[in-house]
């Protein structure tokens, strides 16, 4: 069973950065996808960027060209680099780890990232 822990969420002013952290433990990383999803308050959970075991990327559109997703194997992390952030990417971002043979996949507890002027 993996676990995932985030970091790096926090207040940032409209069109600054934050690069988001998780790092799995319990299992073998590199043989999950690892996406990014976020909530925002009364809003339903929507996948933001994810990264395949061959390091294939998608982003959801809102985010493309500022938000880059990327994973270290050998740090059993995956991170979420966010630029020109705006108002509307207030959420908390999760980290989803997934797997055919694992239904849902592994979830960690989120990150707040709130930004605001």
């Known amino acids: 069973q993996m676990q995932l822990e985030e970091s790096g969420g926090g207040l940032v002013q409209p069109g600054g950065s934050l690069r988001l952290s998780c790092v799995g433990s319990g299992s073998i990383f590199a043989i999950y996808g690892m996406g990014w999803y976020r909530q925002a308050p009364g809003k339903q959970r929507e996948l933001v960027a994810h990264?395949?075991?061959?390091?294939?990327?998608n982003y959801t559109d809102s985010v493309k060209g500022r938000f880059t997703i990327s994973r270290n194997n050998a740090k059993d992390t995956v991170y979420l680099q966010m630029s020109e952030l705006k108002v509307e990417d207030t959420a908390v971002y999760y980290c989803n780890a997934d797997h055919p043979r694992v239904p849902g996949g592994y979830w960690g507890k989120g990150t707040l990232v709130t930004v605001s002027s």
């Open positions: 990264i395949s075991v061959g390091d294939r990327t």
